[in-house]
Structures are given as structure tokens and as C-alpha cells.
């Protein structure tokens, strides 16, 4: 099982390096959020995948998967999330006043 | 246990929640970020002093012991740049009330700045490493905000750059947590060390080290500061003088604390990486400082010798060049929040970024020019100023371990320092003065901000021997990681 989510991990990060050296600021973004949810999934996937209970006292369950990797992926969740929230804001914004989508034409113009 | 240590993190995040509801009234915040910023000072002189007298001191959230709650500690490292950056920031907040303007300032400006500080005092406190990556998070968000407040095109286009590389360092930092968390189970940064102990620090241990280094050195711009100079030329100057002197410092404090605490065990694997990346890194800063022709570059470039100079510090690794490092990187805080505050004076008062459309000031602005002249000799290390003790302590150790080639780059990047800063000094103040009509400004509080930080230079250079027998107790606990983790991990 870890084998195929290290894959799919694996898949996830090609794609957004992928659209993260992309022209479009569009793609830049939804490259890094992909990241994001390919290092969350890693974070999951490396505390071990082993069957057990949720984590929740009230099932009187034997054993019960690890609950601390679960706590650092809804806190880096939320983190990026608002990162993502002002990345596109920030796009748009370049977009309005800028008056282009291409990191290339961003560059090259001067004062 | 001692809740002093949480103070330092509270206050600012107390102070930036009340300035949220105080938007339009510009006097009133300033007086409660002063305040704010003053008893900072206050409290960062207690813990130092008690560090001093008492030892490491500790501080476990809610009462769960270590490694299952979070834990803060205060040893004499975190303290002392506790310390310095409350005093940088403090004058650079005194800075900001002259030139930050009203626009910015109505628009939550001391918020963010407090946000900021929130940021970097909680990740030089932290003894967590995932608590580490949120105050690294705290502080960056704010300086997203901080750089792209105004909204000026250059700020919009250098905005996007600098979120998408720290995006990038996030989540390669999390991606390293996770590793790290894998192979040895804990989190909490003396446990780490205990567990990598144990573990011997076998090959996957390396790895994960080496990606640590590559996280950190891109928030600190170690070798990998591509991203800085463009960067940090786009806020003003006051935002910049913020960055320059704290940011990247944080992440010099990270690479200190994970290769003196944590990864230890092969500096056979670890140590060479970072020796070529520091001297790449001075030669590449050096190169960038002679050939740019406007003050923000340069002053960017010299941001980045500095990094590589501390780095140089660590890579070598004897007690006395660590000490050298820690005397160094507290005299780099001050000097550089000093170097942009003036830079930004020079701007304002020239009324262009250029050097070549400046000459003569020094007529009219002597004060400002004599200011200049003396820190660019105290950044280079002239004897009786602040860069002198940590520089030879540096350089002696490097070259009692026989690592000539980077001793004589460390001595080679302090002439283009020199030259540099000398090439502002002679353009801008001395020669004739231009055709055009300078601007009229009011620079006295300006003025008076830079002279106090000034003192505090020279003051810091002369009694270096005073100053040193704190520094050498932030040294100790580099040199011998034990004592970091018999302090938290005692019950």
C-alpha cells in the first residue's frame, strides 16, 4: 500500500514541478498546490498505513492508526491554503495592473 | 519552567490583534507598537540575564513533558538574538513612523510588522521542529504581506517570485518532516538528536540532513539566494531593513541549530557540503556587491556575504569559530538594519536609487556621510568596531584547521565589502552635485535612528570582551549538544 501511494506522491510532484517551470502564473499556482497535496499525502503515507481504528477514544478499538501525522497535515492544510488564497489574489491583482498572464512579459518590462 | 519564555511571542501577537481594530488611527497605533517594541527589549534583557546566571531555561507547553507536548527553550543563543532582533526591530518601527508613509501605515502596516516578529521570535524559541515550520510560516506570511503592501508594479511582480520560491522551501520543508518523523518517530529537537544518536546517523539520516540544508539555505539565502536580490529591492526601505536584518538570519539560525543539535554525528558527509556553499556563496555575493550600480543591490549582495560568512563559521566547526559565528551573526543583525535604514536615507534624501545621478552630499548631509563611512568599516572589520572579533575568530579557526582556500576567500569577500560599500560612499557624497534640484526632506528622526544603532555598533566592538562572555555561553551548548539535551529532556 505504501508502495502505490509513494507512486501516486511521486506523480503529483512530477506534475506540479511540471506546471510550476510553466509560463501561465495560472498554472504556477495550481502547481503548487499540488505540491501541497502531494506532500500531505506523503506526510500520511510515511507515519505507515497500517489497519486500526480512527483515532477516536470512543471506539475501544485494539489498535488505532497514528494520530499525530493526521495534526501536522490539517495544520499544513489550512497554512497553505491561505498562502494559496493570497497567491491568487496576488495573480489577480498582477493581472489587473499588470495587464498580463505570462511570468516572461512580467519580466521583461521595464519601469 | 519559567513563563518568562513565552512573553517575547505573546506580546507582539497581543499587540498586532489590538492594532487590527485601531485601523484608522495612525498616532495610537504607533504608540502601542512602541510600547510594545520597548518592553520586548525589557523582557529579552531578563531572559538573557537569566540564561546567564541560571542556565537554559524551559518551558513545556500545558505541562506535557517533552518529546509528547511542545516545548519552548530559551538557551544563550536564542536569547542573545532574541535580544538583538527586538532591539533591531524596535528601530526599525522608529524608522517607519518617518517613511513608511500613511497610506501603508492606514493599511495594517504595524499588524503585519508585529506578525512578523510573532514569527521570528517564536522560531528562535521553539524547540519543535514542526512548531519550527509554522513560526517559519507566521513569519513569512506576514512578510508577504509586508512586500507587497502599496502595491506598486515592481512589488507585484517581485511578490509572485518571492511567495512562489518560500511555497516551494514549505513544502519541501514538510516533505523533509515527514522523512525525518519516518525514520526516527519524534519530533521534539532533543529527542531527535537522541534518537539520530542511536541510530548512528546511517545513509537515510545524511539525506534528510542534506534536504534540511537545502530548505534552510533557501529561506537564508546560503548559496541558493537567487530569489533575494531582486526581492528585497521591491518594499521600502524600511520593509527591507526588516528582511535584511531578520529573515535570513532565521534561517542561518535553523541551519546552526539542526547541524550543531541534530544532524552531528557525520560531519565527514555534512561538513563539505556546507563549506563549498559558503564559499560559493561569499564569492557570488561578492561579485553581485562590485557589480551593481544601484544601493539596493548592493546592499542585497552584502546581505548575502554575510550569510556566507556565518556559514563559513559553522562549516568550520571549532569552538572558537562557532563562538565567532554567534559574535558575528548578532554584529550582522545590528550592522545590516543599520546599512538599509541608511540606504534608505541616502534614497530619500537623493531622490533616486542610482548612484550615478548622485555626488556631493556630503556637503549638505555630513552627519549621514560620516555614518555610512564608519559602518562600512565595521562591516568590513575594522579593529575597534563590531565585525572585528567575530571575523578573526572566524578566520583563526579556519585557518588552524587548515582550510586555507576558504580563509583567504573569507578575507578576499571582505575587500569587495569594502570596495562595495566604499563605491556608495565615494558616488554618492563626495564629487559634485548634480544639475537637478534634491528633494526636501526631513531627516532628523531618521538621523537619530541611525546614530542610536550606530552606538550600538561601535558599543558592541569596543566592549567585545563583555559581550563575549555571553557569546561563549551560546557557543558551549553549539560545541557540546548535551547540554541542550540534558536541559529538556530532564524529567
Not at chain 2, 507585484?156 to 518560500?166: P, V
Request: charged residues 10%; glycine residues 10%; hydrophobic residues 55%.
Amino acid at each position: 500500500m505504501e508502495l502505490i501511494m509513494a507512486v501516486a506522491v511521486g506523480i503529483l510532484f512530477t506534475i506540479g514541478v511540471y506546471l510550476i517551470l510553466s509560463k501561465s502564473l495560472l498554472r504556477i499556482v495550481l502547481g503548487t498546490s499540488l505540491l501541497t497535496h502531494g506532500v500531505h499525502l506523503l506526510l500520511l503515507t510515511m507515519a505507515g498505513l497500517k489497519k486500526g481504528a480512527a483515532p477516536v477514544l470512543g471506539d475501544n478499538a485494539k489498535t488505532y492508526v497514528d494520530p499525530l501525522p493526521q495534526a501536522l497535515i490539517l495544520t499544513s492544510i489550512v497554512i497553505s491554503f491561505g498562502v494559496t488564497a493570497f497567491y491568487f489574489v496576488l495573480a489577480y491583482r498582477s493581472y489587473q495592473t499588470l495587464g498580463t498572464d505570462e511570468i516572461d512579459s512580467i519580466k521583461e518590462e521595464k519601469e | 519552567m519559567s513563563n518568562l519564555l513565552v512573553l517575547p511571542i505573546l506580546i507582539p501577537l497581543c499587540t498586532a490583534v489590538i492594532l487590527i481594530f485601531l485601523k484608522e488611527r495612525i498616532r495610537l497605533q504607533r504608540w502601542i507598537s512602541s510600547a510594545s517594541g520597548l518592553l520586548n527589549i525589557g523582557i529579552a534583557a531578563v531572559l538573557v540575564s537569566r540564561v546567564h546566571d541560571k542556565g537554559i531555561q524551559t518551558l513545556q507547553m500545558g505541562g506535557w513533558s517533552p518529546p509528547y507536548g511542545i516545548v519552548f527553550v530559551g538557551d544563550m543563543l536564542a536569547s542573545l538574538l532574541l535580544l538583538t532582533a527586538s532591539l533591531v526591530s524596535f528601530a526599525i518601527l522608529l524608522y517607519s513612523f518617518r517613511s513608511i508613509g500613511e497610506e501603508r501605515e492606514r493599511f495594517y502596516y504595524y499588524t503585519f510588522f508585529h506578525f512578523l516578529l510573532v514569527g521570528v521570535y517564536g522560531s528562535f524559541l521553539t524547540g519543535d521542529i514542526f512548531n519550527l515550520f509554522v513560526f517559519f510560516e507566521v513569519m513569512l506570511i506576514s512578510s508577504y504581506a509586508l512586500i507587497s503592501i502599496g502595491g506598486t508594479k515592481l512589488q507585484l511582480r517581485e511578490t509572485s517570485k518571492y511567495l512562489l520560491i518560500n511555497i516551494v522551501s514549505s513544502t519541501l520543508f514538510v516533505a523533509a518532516v515527514a522523512y525525518l518523523y519516518a525514520a526516527v518517530g519524534t519530533l521534539n529537537m532533543a529527542h531527535l538528536s537522541q534518537r539520530i544518536a542511536e541510530a548512528g546517523q546511517d545513509g537515510v539520516l545524511n539525506v534528510i540532513a542534506i534536504l534540511f540544508l537545502i530548505v534552510f539555505s533557501l529561506k537564508a539565502g546560503l548559496f541558493l539566494f537567487y530569489w533575494l536580490p531582486g526581492s528585497y529591492s521591491a518594499p521600502p526601505a524600511a520593509v527591507r531593513a526588516l528582511f535584511g536584518a531578520l529573515l535570513t538570519k532565521v534561517g542561518l539560525y535553523a541551519i546552526i541549530r539542526t547541524f550543531t543539535l541534530l544532524f552531528v554525528n557525520d560531519p565527514g558527509f555534512t561538513q563539505p557540503w556546507i563549506t563549498w556553499m559558503a564559499a560559493a556563496t561569499m564569492i557570488l555575493g561578492g561579485l553581485g556587491a562590485v557589480a551593481y550600480q544601484d544601493i539596493p543591490r548592493i546592499l542585497n549582495y552584502n546581505v548575502i556575504i554575510s550569510v556566507g560568512f556565518v556559514a563559513f563559521g559553522l562549516a568550520v566547526g571549532t569552538p572558537d569559530s562557532l563562538n565567532g559565528a554567534v559574535f558575528y551573526l548578532l554584529h550582522d543583525m545590528l550592522a545590516k538594519a543599520l546599512m538599509f535604514i541608511l540606504g534608505g536615507i541616502i534614497i530619500s534624501a537623493a531622490g533616486t536609487e542610482h548612484l550615478k545621478n548622485m555626488g556631493g552630499m556630503i556637503r549638505k548631509y555630513p552627519l549621514i556621510g560620516w555614518m555610512f563611512f564608519i559602518l562600512a568599516l565595521a562591516l568590513v572589520g575594522i579593529p575597534p568596531l563590531s565585525g572585528f572579533a567575530g571575523k578573526v575568530m572566524i578566520i583563526r579557526g579556519g585557518l588552524d584547521t587548515g582550510m586555507l582556500t576558504l580563509s583567504l576567500i573569507g578575507l578576499a569577500s571582505s575587500f569587495l565589502v569594502l570596495y562595495s560599500l566604499m563605491k556608495v560612499f565615494r558616488l554618492a557624497f563626495w564629487g559634485n552635485e548634480p544639475e537637478k534640484e534634491l528633494p526636501k526632506v526631513n531627516l532628523k528622526s531618521a538621523s537619530a535612528v541611525a546614530a542610536g544603532l550606530l552606538v550600538l555598533v561601535i558599543a558592541m566592538g569596543i566592549g567585545a570582551e563583555w559581550v563575549y562572555t555571553y557569546v561563549s555561553q551560546a557557543g558551549d551548548i553549539l560545541v557540546s549538544p548535551g547540554l541542550y539535551i540534558e536541559a529538556v529532556m530532564k524529567e
